[in-house]
């Protein structure tokens, strides 16, 4: 077999000098700690603001050179650089403040070279606002044409043109530093569910050291927060010893990954519990891809900060409906003449002008305004759901959210109503 391909240019280029210079002078991050603040330079700060007495939740406040984000957050997921039909301005109405997108999916098409070139990830998708990157590793270690895994990175073929590529944590640092994106992600090995106490090991050290790789790599600190990520699956052993690990490491944020990969919610949440505790409580704390709000409240409670997940784009592509009662399936019979919107109370656009009878039409007709309208209901949705958590944080009253979202008390199955039969 032919020698892979590199998958990005790693050479630097578009990192001005004073950038290489403090890579190349940096030792441990120069962090500075007063109370519940925590900064590394002007342009980032996390401050935890207030603490829920009843539980481990809390409030705090992300800094970043593209904004403010309060947290806890929910992020949708704009994978390519677009949140699937929703302009920026549409997703900012929402109340969004951060988006996601993936390493992987911009540099097989159209390229970190191209985007650099064109200003960098927030001008080229139109988005003034804070973004974070995920590294692409789980893409990677998602594909069918996975070619071969190895301590020092992965090869793969190209789903786009077939092309032998590889990826690895050099690699994917400086991809993420040339889009420019305000967070960004280590390079980690996500385990499949379920898999052997070997190969979760492996990933686990594979994780750890990649990561001391990224943070090597990392041309551009003063302008990006690096997050490293807990790998570990279900095994709290594991998982404590990857948080002991990256915490020498001793980057500004922490992830929490390898979840909602098919454990159950309650293997989930346990893990979660028995981990925040493990992590820094000066940095923020991120879930990812958990997004149903029954686990989002959980590890709200257990002191995570930041969530993103494609459940309510994708969800609502196909017409299924957040609502704090519980989800609809609007494509149901009973929905052709329901004159009343997704959900009484909501200011957004599919609810304030439009009925589920003419929602459902969209859907039965396959016109795309039906999944545009939905996708910023969901969106909508999410959003005011993490800022009524919020609220109830700093009154100490967290759990008391499923008072008014009863759907974050449903167990999976239990919070939509039925297909029609």
């Not at 692409?136 to 992965?154: H, K, N, R």
């Not at 969530?307 to 784009?313: K, Y």
């Not at 299924?320 to 149901?332: P, S």
């Amino acid at each position: 077999m032919r020698s892979p391909a590199p998958f990005s240019p790693v050479c630097g280029r578009g990192i001005d000098a004073s950038a290489r210079s403090v890579r190349l002078r940096r030792t441990r991050p120069a962090w500075t700690v007063v109370g519940v603040v925590a900064t590394i330079c002007p342009m980032f700060k996390f401050e935890v603001l207030a603490r829920d007495r009843n539980t481990s939740a809390r409030r705090g406040r992300l800094t970043t050179p593209h904004g403010t984000v309060d947290t806890p957050v929910f992020m949708p997921v704009g994978t390519r650089g677009a949140v699937k039909g929703i302009l920026p301005d549409a997703l900012a109405a929402t109340g969004t403040r951060i988006v996601l997108a993936n390493t992987y999916h911009l540099q097989l098409r159209p390229g970190a070279d191209l985007i650099e070139r064109l200003g960098g990830l927030h001008r080229f998708m139109g988005w003034p606002g804070p973004i974070l990157t995920d590294s692409g590793g789980y893409q990677v270690f998602s594909l069918p044409e996975l070619v071969e895994i190895d301590d020092g990175g992965v090869t793969f073929r190209s789903p786009v043109d077939g092309q032998v590529l590889r990826l690895d944590p050099r690699t994917a640092t400086h991809i993420q530093n040339r889009l420019g994106a305000d967070l960004i992600m280590c390079f980690d090995q996500c385990p499949p569910y379920p898999c052997t106490a070997t190969e979760v090991s492996a990933a686990v050290e594979r994780t750890v050291r990649w990561a001391a790789e990224c943070r090597t790599a990392h041309q551009r600190p003063e302008h990006q927060w690096l997050f490293g990520i807990n790998q570990g699956g279900v095994d709290e052993t594991l998982r404590r010893r990857c948080a002991e690990a990256l915490a020498e490491i001793d980057l500004p944020g922490c992830a929490i990954g390898g979840l909602s990969v098919g454990e159950s919610h309650e293997q989930r949440i346990a893990i979660v519990h028995a981990l925040c505790p493990l992590l820094p409580a000066d940095r923020p704390r991120y879930l990812m891809g958990v997004g149903m709000p029954r686990d989002i409240l959980a590890a709200v409670v257990c002191g995570v900060d930041m969530f993103d997940c494609v459940l309510p784009t994708r969800n609502g592509r196909n017409g299924y409906a957040f609502t704090a009662t519980g989800a609809l399936r609007l494509r149901n019979a009973r929905h052709a003449a329901d004159e009343r919107p997704i959900e009484s109370g909501c200011t957004c656009p599919a609810c304030e002008r439009f009925s589920r009878a003419y929602l459902r039409h969209l859907f039965m007709t396959g016109e795309m305004l039906g999944p545009i309208l939905v996708s910023i209901h969901n969106l909508s949705f999410y959003q005011r759901f993490m800022g009524r958590l919020r609220d109830l944080i700093e009154i100490d009253r967290t759990t008391r959210i499923t008072d008014e979202f009863p759907i974050a008390a449903m167990a999976a199955g239990d919070d939509q109503e039925k297909d029609d039969t």
